[in-house]
């Protein structure tokens, strides 16, 4: 078990830039989450795959961003026209999916985070 | 909706202090429940978790139990250490669902020698 990778793990931008952040999750894990920490807070849900399908999406997560899994295992997360406001961690996680050991292995796995700074 | 309240920090204890971080619940439906920790600069580790209640999960030192009747998931350890310093988060899913993950806003914990 590698656990769940994120790179980079730092990233400072200048506004309006595009930013692109990459997730590896735990190789048998099929569900995968984004969430984004601001500083002071618990993070926050962004959004949701199963597999590679995304099922749920939060209001937080504007035009401006987009997710993808292409093949079911790793995931990028992009943000467009950077603004001031996106600088926070951006944490992805993995879980397995009930069915599968979800009963005795219910929780999220979490990766180091990748923080973004907005200039 | 579910949410989680957690006690505002920071919290400053000497080393060998007597920890207690209180957590309370809001959840539709039966939830698991999970205190995970954020070293300075990290993402989350996954400290203890309890998926029914009376359970009581435990690891390093630490122990909440899952107590249904008052909706609380309390944090304690006997003894914190220097190193236990970090903030510490209260959250919890919801079986059946996507198994999203609702966070309480997180308690810093600092322990001075």
């Known amino acids: 078990d590698t656990g769940v990778s994120q790179n980079p793990r730092h990233k400072i931008t200048k506004r309006g830039q595009n930013v692109t952040f990459r997730c590896d999750p735990i190789s048998e894990h099929n569900r995968l989450y984004w969430y984004r920490q601001t500083l002071g807070q618990g993070p926050e849900f962004l959004t949701y795959f199963q597999n590679e399908a995304q099922l749920e999406k939060s209001r937080l997560l504007s035009d401006r961003f987009s997710a993808e899994r292409p093949k079911g295992s790793f995931s990028t997360l992009e943000i467009q026209r950077t603004e001031q406001g996106d600088s926070a961690m951006y944490l992805c996680a993995s879980s397995l999916a009930q069915g599968t050991g979800w009963t005795s292995r219910p929780e999220a796995f979490f990766g180091q985070g990748t923080r973004l700074t907005v200039v | 909706g579910n949410s989680v309240t957690q006690m505002e920090g920071p919290v400053t204890l000497s080393e060998e202090a007597f920890l207690t971080i209180n957590c309370t619940y809001t959840a539709t439906g039966y939830p698991s429940l999970f205190w995970y920790v954020q070293y300075p600069g990290e993402g989350l580790q996954l400290l203890l978790k309890?998926?029914?209640?009376?359970d009581k999960g435990s690891n390093k030192g630490f122990e909440a139990t899952y107590r249904k009747e008052t909706t609380s998931f309390h944090l304690e350890k006997g003894s914190v250490q220097v190193s236990d310093s970090a903030v510490y988060f209260c959250a919890l899913t919801i079986p059946g669902g996507y198994q999203k993950v609702t966070f309480g806003i997180g308690t810093k914990l600092q322990v001075i020698p």
């Open positions: 309890a998926t029914k209640a009376d």
